[in-house]
């Protein structure tokens, strides 16, 4: 999975559109923790700007906070598309934690979540950590946006995580 993690940075780098999805039934696997990692390395390779100045060659965001923003903008009367086009300016997006937890209208967060995708599936790398499998992740995000999901990634751009134990539960049996 390191290495799939590497060749995502590596085509993100060379501006190539991409996917990634982490996912594992299980916490602590660390799927958060190589999303970070590629965000690091993302953003330790300044792009140069217009205006001459640099900007961060990542952006990183809970899901929940994707959908929080989205909220917000339908309950001050906002137009949605400003906040879509900001994502989709920067050269990668990495979204973590993609769950169904919490959500209480599945059709909502599939149209919201399928903007995003439509504007940026050609063109921007992605990075998505879940503890759903691909079933559910199928069924949380809808057939149209899986297929587009799917396209960025390819066959061996979903990661299946779940052999590996987690971190917190071993740490705490160590000590005892």
């Known amino acids: 999975m390191l290495a799939r993690v590497r060749e995502f940075v590596r085509r993100a780098v060379r501006g190539e559109p991409c996917g990634l999805v982490l996912w594992s039934q299980f916490y602590g696997c660390g799927k958060t923790h190589l999303a970070r990692a590629a965000e690091r390395a993302l953003s330790a390779i300044p792009k140069p700007?217009?205006?001459?100045?640099?900007t961060v060659s990542a952006h990183f965001l809970k899901v929940?906070?994707?959908f929080t923003a989205i909220t917000d903008c339908y309950a001050k009367d906002e137009p949605v598309q400003p906040y879509i086009t900001m994502l989709a300016k920067y050269p990668a997006l990495i979204m973590d934690d993609y769950e169904i937890d919490g959500f209480k209208n599945i059709e909502w967060t599939q149209r919201q979540f399928n903007m995003l995708l439509d504007r940026i599936y050609e063109s921007t790398p992605l990075m998505l950590t879940t503890n759903l499998s691909?079933?559910?992740l199928i069924a949380a995000i809808g057939g149209r946006n899986w297929d587009r999901l799917h396209q960025m990634t390819g066959d061996d751009g979903i990661v299946d995580m779940t052999a590996i134990p987690s971190y917190r539960t071993r740490k705490a049996t160590k000590w005892n």
């Open 49 to 54: 700007t217009t205006w001459g100045g640099t």
């Open 134 to 136: 691909p079933e559910n």
């Open 64 to 66: 929940s906070q994707f």
